[in-house]
């Protein structure tokens, strides 16, 4: 099983006239972005920052300033009234990808009853909703691991002990 740990940067600015409604994703460039109620502009894009790693893994990302003026030129492109805007905040989150960015699904093949769901890649929020109910199913018993065999924990292979912890890549033995 492979997974890599990334740090997903995200930019909040501080409040402006209203100018988008809906939530706002890019195909054509890495660009996502939704203003609140209040004003502030949430922009996104899947920019990742660095990864710290602690001795039992990684522990904290860090944002990298470069990546995020480009994210904010992808916006600004785009949404020409957000030249005015003011950043007040730029944060990371650890999320955890898979090589094909599709979720680890499933039934343990090492240790019975224990289920797995994770590795989201980026789309956990939107995969909930969909995932939970068939991860309850599966813990029911009203499915088998085979209806989720694309989605299976081991597809890329079982635990081998050369990790790369280093290079922030996880091999994991489930
Ligand atoms: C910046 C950012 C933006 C994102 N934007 C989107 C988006 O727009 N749309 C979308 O669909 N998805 C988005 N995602 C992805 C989404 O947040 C994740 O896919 C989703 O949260 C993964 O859910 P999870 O339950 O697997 O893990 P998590 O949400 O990480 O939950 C794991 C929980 O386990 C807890 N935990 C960890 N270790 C232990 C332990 N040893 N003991 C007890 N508890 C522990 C953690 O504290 C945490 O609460 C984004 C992620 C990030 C970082």
Request: avoid cysteine.
């Amino acid at each position: 099983m492979q997974l890599r740990t990334a740090a997903l940067q995200m930019i909040v600015t501080a409040r402006m006239p209203a100018f988008v409604d809906p939530v706002v994703g890019s195909q054509g460039r890495k660009l996502s972005l939704k203003q609140t109620a209040a004003g502030s502009v949430v922009i996104g894009g899947a920019y990742e920052g660095d990864v710290r790693l602690g001795s039992n893994g990684p522990q904290l990302g860090v944002p990298r300033a470069g990546r995020a003026a480009s994210n904010l030129a992808n916006a600004v492109s785009l949404f020409p009234a957000l030249r005015a805007a003011r950043v007040t905040r730029i944060w990371t989150g650890l999320e955890g990808m898979t090589p094909d960015g599709l979720p680890y699904l499933g039934q343990s093949q090492r240790i019975p009853g224990l289920f797995h769901a994770f590795g989201f890649s980026a789309h956990g929020f939107a995969l909930a909703p969909l995932i939970g109910p068939l991860i309850a199913d599966l813990l029911e018993g009203k499915r088998n691991n085979h209806a989720l065999a694309p989605f299976a924990p081991d597809r890329f292979g079982r635990f081998d002990s050369a990790g790369s912890a280093q290079e922030n890549a996880y091999k994991i033995g489930l």
